[in-house]
């Protein structure tokens, strides 16, 4: 099946920095989405992003599907970015589940 | 409209015991999807559900069960709880195949279940 990996796998900032975080997979994919981890465990969607560039706010991402990655950017971050992010692929054919990386945590100090 | 919902949010059970956890889609969706997320690992799929009827199933032994109800809503079943059953279960709602499917999923705050 198809392999994510994410990268770093801890990320230390201090507030107002930018950061990346990097996805790669290992084959191609209908869908890509990025989700922040809350502390209390629920996923929140960032982007759905099987390919292109999108912006919200502080945040944006790219996928260049053709390269298999995806990037996320975080902007001027601040204490309550912290969290885990997971990228999470579905594979090309309509598999229709989501492979997950094991996440990008980050902590945001003050 | 309302996201979606899952109940219980924690509970505590002993080896070999039953559990029953409960997902109610978002508003429109009509199909469901099972996640179970292990202590520092990304989540991995259990099944999907879709007219009730399940559509696709991860790397899971059969003592993980489920259904679909006519509301959409969803139930996730295990028998024999062993310890490493002890995780965060997530549900997941999309649109189905007919319904302008795009495979983006909106995710529950989760079912924390631990096995003693």
């Known amino acids: 099946g198809i392999q994510v990996e994410q990268s770093p796998p801890d990320l230390i900032l201090q507030e107002g920095a930018n950061s990346t975080l990097r996805c790669n997979f290992s084959d191609s994919v209908n869908n890509l989405q990025w989700f922040h981890q809350n502390p209390w465990g629920q996923l929140i969607n960032l982007f759905y992003i099987p390919s292109g560039t999108k912006q919200n706010g502080r945040l944006s991402a790219t996928t260049v599907a053709t390269e298999r990655y995806s990037l996320l950017y975080i902007s001027s971050s601040q204490t309550t970015d912290s969290g885990v992010y997971f990228c999470a692929v579905e594979e090309w054919g309509g598999s229709e589940k989501l492979v997950f990386g094991k996440g990008t945590k980050l902590t945001v100090n003050p | 409209e309302t996201g979606v919902t899952q109940s219980p949010t924690h509970l505590i059970k002993t080896r070999g015991q039953q559990v029953t956890l409960r997902c109610s889609s978002q508003s429109g969706h009509n199909t469901v999807s099972w996640y179970q997320q292990a202590l520092g690992q990304g989540p991995q799929f259990i099944f999907q559900y879709y007219r009730e009827e399940e559509n696709g199933r991860g790397n899971f032994p059969p003592r993980f069960s489920g259904l679909q109800f006519p509301n959409y809503s969803s139930e996730l079943n295990v028998n024999a709880l062993e310890l490493d059953d002890s995780a965060l279960y997530l549900c997941?709602?999309?649109?189905?195949?007919?319904?302008?499917?795009?495979?983006?999923?909106?995710f529950g705050e989760g079912s924390r279940l631990t096995v003693l």
């Open positions: 997941a709602s999309s649109l189905g195949p007919t319904s302008g499917y795009t495979g983006e999923l909106f």
